[in-house]
């Protein structure tokens, strides 16, 4: 056993990293993530920076092909009006990047945020977040848009995805408070609260990074809800309006057509759908990320930890009482032994 | 040959006492886990015969519970078997689950841990009873049933023919296991195989079970294989011992010998590390560095080599096998070096591991002159009992905490100790909450923390600091420790610069490396990330520590460089510790004053030495009794008392004392006495310069 050494006197150590430095070097050695990325900026620079050198714009209706398949003038085909849906489909791309790389996060964030309040605080915060939270449900969104559409028929696009977040937040919601209601109890909660942490500094500290895995999911899940659900409020007269479009009013065009004139269907979806891929690859390398266990994330010049004891061996036996088992020891063949010296 | 079983009436042939009956050779066991295959169990003969008891000690991660559940063919379909295991003269390797299914519950009883767990919640005992007997027996319900009970009263369950209907979560965890037992003895097995069967259990409770597997053996002659981690129990139940390290047995013998003269150094060195109840003065232990070994890719040689004070070059390149320390004899060893060891000119065990030395306690001044670091007066903390969905009504209070009195010195560790439900725990977090509807007062360094504000009571929680129980659950698994570390630091204000270089220094202060800071818990064993939960609770250089069972979820060879660093903080900045335990050999080592506590009382209080060499107290006589001593041949001549029935519940306490329902004085008082008992509750008497012990007919008795 090693006698407490006073460390004055030793040179600095090089810092160490925190823990958002840890998160990103372990996102960055993922390299779907990184895909994930590329694909982002990828559709985000075909998005802005290709329309201004196409021939046509996405309002020119080109009456010499009307409803064509894909071809060398109109890559991507036309619609029955004679738009080149590539060219549509771009300025659909922008819109809905925009909607859903947005609205996705914020959705998750709304959830997050009032699930874990309700669950931490338990008490009257919990009742009345909850009573709020089952009224959302309940009352159709359309019923509620009726009603505030007038308020908002002139908002910019901002508003609308605020309002779109606002109607997607309440089923996840509801399953970030059960989560935060067992992690609450933890040890490291309750260590944290007798240090005097302030609680919403432990729920966004130790709480939420802990639900991490499923809200990074719901916000990947989330984008492509919402470019889809978009259209919804469209119909209601705000958000994207004719003759704009999104991917999603070009989706729901699209639809009825698509044994006939399929391209006007495949298409848009495609964009969608590679939306969706490549924030799906971003948000498995931030699980990873933040998942301390994660093997995509792990460092590949270090070995790997060993589990000596392996988990099958565990699942066969009836569960034992945590609270006097001798703890197994997970350690890994690279981590020191039991009281090194300084 | 026949066995007469009166009692079971089941009628089965059965080897005589002292034949095998269970035979395992050359048994291995491996996983496909992540990193490779797991080689869990690597070679493990042992043979059982009939009528005795013969243990598997090993810490975990050994393979001793995998080893258990081979024989009983309960391994995941996973898992590759090799070997044989022979039940009589029948192989039970290979053969299917639904021949097993015959075999367990018939001829192989078992006994888990977990009660709770292993009976089914939305049965009745009795359901479950009946159920294990006709599976195997051509019974009729009604006889059945009438055996169930005769096997209730067996396992001492009292009034049967009421209990037999209850339901497991209407059991205590006492009451659980004794099912358990009755139902493994049900169909009159040749070999119980019980598995940490006590170890959920507090000590007269782990007292009362032992006595009651003792018993069933008695009666159904069956061979146990006990797995347990807890040398004390091995000590007194065990006829022979397998120790286990790292998928092999490591020395094997009978009781007597292994714990008399052990020849293998990781035997030694477990013995020697384990706190006991009878060590008079306070040295400190001796741990085992290092730890297991990865049983993914073991290094050559033995796998204790790199733990092992007296390995030799031989010890790192080839794996020594089990041999008989003297030729013939029953007494094996797995060591290159164990000729020498305690041979004239050899290598003396004693002093094998090096002890670290004693830490120096500032002398200073005497214990009435240091200043008060907690003072808690009359703590009463009780819980309405409610019922009712919409509209709650109060049926009852649960008085968890009733009237504590205790303070704790500067520079001294109070050890709070009782079993589970005696309201430590409910103490403990009253002080901690600073904050909170409670009666009575809690003043920390002299503050009364009712009368602080918010401000105050932050201010506070620089000075009072805890170390929680189960190192898995008290760290954050997200952050990593350097951040978990910085936590405290920044919450009272303290910027980067500075936390960047406090970090390290803790980490080095609990003997870890400033490199660990960048690693997230789960990269670290049990014992290590214990440190990592004392080094956040020092940042902030406290006054007071709440240590809450600290080293209870730690192997014993860890805990013991635990409580070593625990010592040696506590020397070297002048710490107070409350010490919440269960665990009494553990308090004799480490607390300076100890106080037991039963259902929401302080019953006897004062100087550790004092109160465990003169225990006044019925309660604290039992509790010290019940607790096994690794020594078997002490095991033997000790007259234990055994605690009647379960702690009654904290909603509904005895009148008069409390401890009168299960005490043993006050079943042999003459009524004219024992009626002040009923009716007047004890009050602390003071019995010497630091005792006191809140019983109407205190008088000490050794019981060690």
Redesign the interface.
């Known amino acids: 056993m090693t006698t407490p050494a006073s460390a004055t006197g030793t040179a600095a150590p090089p810092r160490s990293r925190s823990r958002g430095a840890l998160v990103l070097v372990r996102f960055a050695r993922n390299r779907l993530a990184l895909v994930g990325i590329a694909l982002v900026v990828a559709l985000v620079l075909l998005a802005y920076a290709v329309p201004p050198f196409l021939h046509w714009t996405y309002h020119d209706n080109d009456f010499a092909s009307l409803d064509t398949g894909p071809g060398a003038a109109h890559w991507f085909g036309t619609t029955h009006s004679g738009q080149d849906l590539f060219a549509l489909t771009l300025r659909g791309l922008q819109k809905s990047l925009v909607v859903g790389l947005v609205g996705g996060p914020l959705t998750t964030l709304i959830a997050a945020v009032v699930g874990a309040s309700a669950g931490y605080f338990g008490g009257w915060t919990d009742r009345v977040l909850m009573w709020f939270l089952d009224l959302m449900l309940v009352i159709p969104a359309f019923l509620l848009l009726a009603v505030l559409s007038p308020a908002f028929q002139h908002g910019t696009w901002l508003f609308f995805v605020i309002l779109l977040a606002a109607f997607g937040w309440m089923i996840t919601g509801r399953v970030v408070r059960s989560m935060t209601q067992t992690l609450r109890e933890r040890e490291y909660v309750l260590a944290a609260r007798y240090m005097g942490v302030h609680p919403l500094v432990v729920i966004f500290r130790h709480i939420l990074p802990n639900a991490a895995s499923i809200l990074i999911i719901d916000a990947t899940v989330q984008v492509g809800a919402i470019v889809l659900g978009e259209t919804s409020l469209s119909y209601f007269g705000f958000g994207i309006q004719a003759p704009d479009v999104s991917l999603g009013t070009l989706i729901a065009a699209g639809t009825p057509d698509a044994n006939t004139s399929p391209w006007l269907f495949f298409f848009p979806a495609a964009f969608l759908v590679l939306i969706g891929l490549s924030v799906a690859f971003i948000g498995d390398g931030l699980r990873d990320a933040f998942d301390p266990t994660a093997r995509g994330a792990k460092s590949r010049r270090r070995a790997r930890p060993a589990v000596p004891r392996s988990r099958h061996a565990r699942t066969a036996r009836t569960a034992r009482n945590p609270r006097r088992k001798p703890t197994a020891a997970v350690v890994p063949a690279a981590a020191t032994q039991e009281g090194v010296t300084p | 040959m026949t066995h007469p079983t009166a009692v079971l009436g089941v009628p089965t042939s059965r080897p005589a006492a002292g034949s095998p009956v269970l035979t395992v050779s050359d048994l291995r066991v491996s996983?496909?886990?992540?990193?490779?295959r797991?080689h869990?169990v690597r070679g493990v003969d042992f043979t059982l015969h009939a009528g005795e008891t013969l243990a598997v000690v090993g810490?975990?991660?050994s393979g001793k519970?995998?080893t258990a559940?081979a024989v009983l063919g309960?391994?995941?379909d996973?898992?590759e078997v090799s070997g044989s295991v022979r039940l009589g003269d029948r192989e039970l390797l290979g053969l299917s689950d639904r021949r097993m299914s015959a075999i367990r519950g018939r001829d192989i009883g078992m006994v888990?841990?977990?009660p709770l767990?292993?009976l089914t919640p939305v049965f009745s005992v009795g359901t479950q009873l009946v159920e294990a007997l006709r599976i195997h027996q051509d019974l009729t319900a009604a006889q059945a049933r009438e055996r169930a009970l005769e096997l209730l009263d067996l396992v001492g369950i009292p009034d049967p023919r009421r209990r037999v209907d209850a339901f497991p979560h209407e059991f205590s965890g006492g009451m659980r296991q004794r099912a358990m037992i009755a139902m493994a003895i049900a169909n009159d097995p040749e070999v119980i195989i019980a598995?940490?069967p006590t170890?959920?259990l507090d000590v007269t409770i782990q007292a009362q079970v032992l006595e009651v597997l003792r018993k069933a053996q008695e009666v159904t002659g069956a061979a146990i294989l006990m797995i347990t981690?807890d040398l004390g129990v091995v000590a007194g139940m065990a006829d022979r011992v397998v120790v286990m390290y790292a998928g092999k047995p490591v020395e094997t013998g009978t009781a007597d010998e292994l714990f008399a003269t052990p020849r293998m150094p990781y035997t030694i060195g477990l013995l020697g590390s384990v706190p006991r109840l009878d060590a008079g003065d306070r040295t400190?232990l001796t741990?085992i560095?290092?730890?297991?070994?990865?049983?993914?890719?073991l290094p050559a040689g033995c796998p204790f080599a790199?733990r092992c004070p007296v390995a030799v070059d031989r010890c790192r390149t080839e794996e020594p096998a089990l041999r008989a320390v003297t030729t013939g004899a029953a007494h094996a060893t797995a060591c290159h070096r164990a000729q020498e060891i305690d041979a004239p000119g050899g290598i003396p065990s004693p002093g094998m591991f090096p002890t670290?030395a004693s830490p120096r306690r500032p002398g200073g001044l005497p214990r009435a002159e240091r200043p008060e670091v907690l003072r808690v007066t009359n703590l009463t903390k009780h819980f309405p009992l409610l019922r009712g969905s919409v509209f709650k009504h109060r049926v009852g209070t649960v008085r968890a905490v009733d009237g504590v009195d205790f303070d704790i010195r500067e520079g001294e560790t109070l050890a709070l100790v009782g079993e589970s439900g005696c309201g430590k725990t409910t103490t403990m977090l009253q002080i901690?909450d600073l904050a909170g509807r409670r009666a009575g007062s809690v003043a920390v360094l002299g503050k009364d923390v009712g009368r602080l504000d918010g401000r105050g009571?932050?201010e506070l929680?620089r000075d009072?600091?805890?170390v929680?129980?189960?190192?898995?659950?008290?760290?954050?698994?997200?952050?990593?420790v350097?951040?978990i570390l910085?936590?405290?630091l920044r919450?009272?204000g303290w910027d980067r610069a500075r936390i960047?270089?406090r970090?390290?220094?803790l980490l080095?202060?609990?003997?870890?490396?400033?490199?660990?800071?960048?690693?997230?818990?789960?990269?670290?064993?049990?014992?290590?990330?214990q440190r990592i939960?004392i080094a956040?609770a020092l940042a902030l250089d406290p006054k007071l520590i709440v240590l809450d069972?600290p080293v209870?979820?730690?192997?014993?060879s860890?805990q013991a460089?635990v409580i070593?660093?625990l010592d040696?903080?506590q020397a070297?900045l002048g710490l107070s510790y409350l010490f919440i335990a269960h665990d009494l050999s553990v308090i004799r080592h480490i607390a300076d004053r100890v106080a037991v506590m039963y259902l929401g009382r302080i019953v006897e209080a004062g100087d550790v030495e004092d109160v465990f060499a003169r225990p006044a107290h019925p309660y604290t006589q039992a509790l010290l009794s019940a607790v096994p001593l690794p020594d078997p041949r002490k095991e033997r001549q000790r007259r234990r008392i055994i605690l009647q029935g379960d702690l009654p519940s904290p909603a509904d306490t005895p009148s008069g004392c409390r401890f009168r329902t299960r005490c043993p004085k006050y079943r042999d008082l003459a009524p004219a006495e024992s009626g002040r008992c009923d009716t007047e509750d004890p009050a602390a008497g003071v019995l010497g310069e630091d005792h006191s012990a809140a019983c109407h007919f205190a008088a000490a008795l050794e019981v060690l």
């Open positions: 996983f496909p886990g992540e990193a490779g797991v869990a810490e975990s991660g519970s995998v559940t309960l391994l995941p996973d898992a888990f841990q977990d767990s292993a598995d940490e170890t959920a981690h400190a741990p560095e290092g730890t297991p070994p990865s049983m993914v890719d790199a670290p901690l009571r932050r929680r009072l600091q805890v929680f129980q189960d190192p898995m659950a008290s760290l954050d698994s997200r952050m990593p350097g951040d910085a936590e405290p919450t009272h960047a270089g970090v390290p220094e080095r202060l609990v003997g870890l490396l400033p490199e660990h800071a960048e690693r997230y818990p789960a990269e670290f064993s049990g014992g290590q990330r939960g956040r069972e209870s979820a730690l192997d014993v860890i460089g070593n660093l040696e903080l070297e």
